[in-house]
């Protein structure tokens, strides 16, 4: 296999405090602030999840957030976003309502969808959060069409595509590049490159490990950075995202990853046969996007350790609260099993 990505995929480099310069206090604590509430609230999903509590599979992206949270900082409410199957951190990102994706998870009819979605089916319009599926890669074809109805609405809104590394092995994926360089569309795909798509290392599924060299192949431009680097994907998505929202057309973002848990759960996956170890695990702990945000910060004096531990302390408290609500709060009725699969029309039949 080639290996393209070189030091990006390896998890001795990159361990060094980020380049901050250029982005304003506000945008850093708050692209902080967010990293630490993702994390926070995926832990607590492990833990119950661990527990019993949580009856169905929760895939988790601790390790990941810079990736959301980088992109999400420039977008707009009337954009068309659209995840995957681990799109926790893209929806709170967005919306950072964790009673709401607690209760989801819970299949309780206060969460984001009713109850009706669990982890997987996650969907709020209203911050621009237009749905997550199970079904690997179905979302990215709906991005291009949503970046292409915005382009016929003569909005300068955009679609933006959450895709694995795994996904590209999907054929809808480059229909889906092909398409939107035809035709112009404003959508960001964002490649989260984990390195693993289920329990498979990238090494046993692609001949290299660079997905851009599908932008190349489609005439895309693209970014290939350091996904653990919040600062570094704010300032190359704020150049790409300028550029769609002027009528450039489709751009691509690889950013090389890799998840703290498994593929599913809260377990490591370092038994299942795949090429995951506990060595790796903790290496690309230490290079974790939130503590390297925190540390440069702090160097920096726009951010004290007495601060973050105030937050986080106060966090916790409302995370613990918020638990205890969604754990108490009530089934959808059963009657509701039908009410939202046919949509309702004012029209009588004649």
């Known amino acids: 296999m080639k290996n393209n990505l070189l030091d ?19 945008t850093l604590i708050n ?12 832990q607590q999903l492990a833990s119950s999840r661990k527990e019993g509590l949580i009856g169905g599979p929760v895939h988790l992206g601790a390790g990941q957030e810079a990736i959301a949270v980088g992109i999400s900082e420039l977008l707009q409410s009337s954009d068309r976003v659209f995840g995957a199957h681990r799109s926790h951190s893209h929806l709170l990102a967005l919306n ?25 089916h996650l969907f709020d319009q209203e911050s621009g959060f237009y749905g997550s599926v199970p079904i690997v890669s179905g979302t990215v074809p709906l991005a291009v069409g949503a970046a292409m109805a915005a382009r016929m609405q003569e909005t300068n809104d955009i679609g933006v595509a959450y895709i ?6 999907e054929g809808v994926v480059h229909e889906s590049f ?6 112009n569309a404003p959508v960001l795909f964002v490649i989260e490159n984990n390195l693993f798509a289920s329990h498979m290392h990238i090494s046993l599924r692609q001949p290299s490990d660079m997905i851009s060299r599908f932008a190349t192949a489609n005439n895309i431009p693209y970014k290939l950075l350091d996904g653990n680097d919040v600062c570094a994907i704010y300032n ?14 489709p751009r691509l973002i690889e950013l090389v990853t890799y998840r703290h848990y ?5 377990r490591d996956d370092v038994d299942v046969g795949v090429a995951r170890s506990l060595d790796d695990i903790e290496n690309w702990k230490a290079r974790d996007p939130i503590s390297r945000l925190s540390k440069s910060m702090i160097i920096n004096e726009i951010w004290t350790i007495d601060e973050e531990e105030i937050y986080t302390k ?3 408290a409302l995370i613990a609260e918020s638990w205890n609500k969604a754990m108490s709060d009530k089934y959808p009725n059963m009657n509701s099993t039908l009410e939202y699969v046919y949509a309702k029309s004012n029209n009588k039949t004649k």
């Not at 950072?96 to 997987?120: I, Q």
């Not at 694995?164 to 092995?169: F, I, K, Q, R, Y």
């Open 8 to 26: 990006l995929s390896n998890p001795e480099k990159f361990h060094e405090n980020l380049d901050i310069k250029g982005i304003d206090k506000n």
């Open 96 to 120: 950072p309502d964790f009673y709401k994706l607690f209760a989801e998870v819970l299949g309780k009819e206060t969460g984001f969808s009713k109850g009706m979605g669990g982890s997987m």
């Open 262 to 266: 498994g593929h599913v759960d809260w």
């Open 164 to 169: 694995g590394d795994g996904a590209v092995e």
């Open 178 to 183: 092909n398409l939107s360089k035809v035709h």
């Open 314 to 316: 106060e966090l916790d």
């Open 236 to 249: 190359a998505a704020k150049e790409q995202i300028t550029e769609m929202r002027n009528g450039a057309g």
């Open 31 to 42: 692209m902080l602030k967010s990293m630490i509430l993702i994390r926070k609230t995926e």
